[in-house]
């Protein structure tokens, strides 16, 4: 509250509370607003297209080479830039601020309440993990949309439970009618509490990022927005120091770690291993997953809803870290970088660019 009104916000203690839990105490901050991203997001790329720009969908990078000119390697071919802008969440790659954001996942929900009684406001309490609720309408109809339940990707391991209390939570406090849709998403926590916007570090120039967001995205966008213009046009701004990526500076050794943790993992290639002998060590349901220790690998096992086992390498091709499965969204999760796959091991998110390293397996045929 202090620290609010220092900045200037319009922020006061108050007892005029529209949602109907309990409290102790509230802030309210005053003169906020809300809007819809997507259409926003939408406008601003119906804009830059009018302006002459190429929008590129389904197009992952692979490599960047930095030769007379930027060359980047893509799913879709080459391309040739003088600057690049890494705005995705994350860079790809190995870089130092995989060690300087850490990834979380959050989870939320869109709820009908019973008797169209929804809270006007957006509120978000102080438990750890915390929560939080506002109202929204879309196409004509309103939602409570309710959130958290935060945690460091990988460090939970029934993540469709998280769904489950953070229903209940809401059930505590409102009279739900249908739980419409479900969702999580992943954000990464700087070090030190600010974005890193600017120059990547360890590249020459013409590389920039934007990252480390901190579930603030919708602001922090307008701000990298910003500084990245004005620094490929060379205008002042004085966060350019504030929020320099390089701020960071890197651990001895740093470059050598680089060189020793790229490259594929590929301990099972040319290997085939029996699916009667891995669904018997699994025991899997379907839609389930699980990390077996077999022939003295450790293996990553999927089974699909068709009973198929689907079987992977559970190192990360990012940086060797042991990935962990998410029975909420069915994915394989780095819990050392962020990096996601699906259950067959392709890259769903970054900063991994390369898939985990298939297993063969083999329908072997009983012999008497």
Known sequence: MEASVRAGLDAEYTDQYPFPMTFSKIMKAGNQAKFNPVKYVYGLATAFEAAGGVIQQNCRI???KNEHKLEIITSQGRFHATDIIYATHIPPGVNLLHLRCIPY??????VILEGNKYPDGLAYDMVDPYHY?????????????????????????????????????????????EVAYKWSSQYFEPADGLPYIGQLPGHPQHIYVATGYGGN???YSQVAGRILSDILLKHDNPLIEVLDPNRIKPIAGFSNFITHNTGV??????????????????????GEARIVRF?????????DENGNLHAVNPVCTHLKCEVSWNDAEHSWDCPCHGAR???????????????LETINIAELENKA
């Open 133 to 177: 609720y506002r109202s929204q309408i879309v196409n004509g109809q309103t939602y409570l949309i309710a959130g958290g339940k935060d945690h460091k990707t990988g460090a939970e391991k029934n993540t469709d439970y998280l769904f489950t209390k953070l229903e209940a939570t809401v059930r505590e406090n409102f009279s739900v009618k």
């Open 265 to 286: 993992i590929s301990n099972f290639a040319g290997k085939l291993f029996s699916a009667d002998k891995l669904t018997e060590l699994a025991d899997l349901a379907p």
């Open 105 to 110: 996942r959050s989870y939320a929900m869109a």
């Open 62 to 64: 692979t490599e960047v």
């Open 217 to 219: 995205g919708m602001t």
């Open 341 to 355: 796959y699906d259950c067959e091991g392709k890259v769903i998110g970054g900063p991994a660019d390369l898939s």
């Open 295 to 303: 022939e003295g690998k450790k293996i990553g096992l999927y089974k």
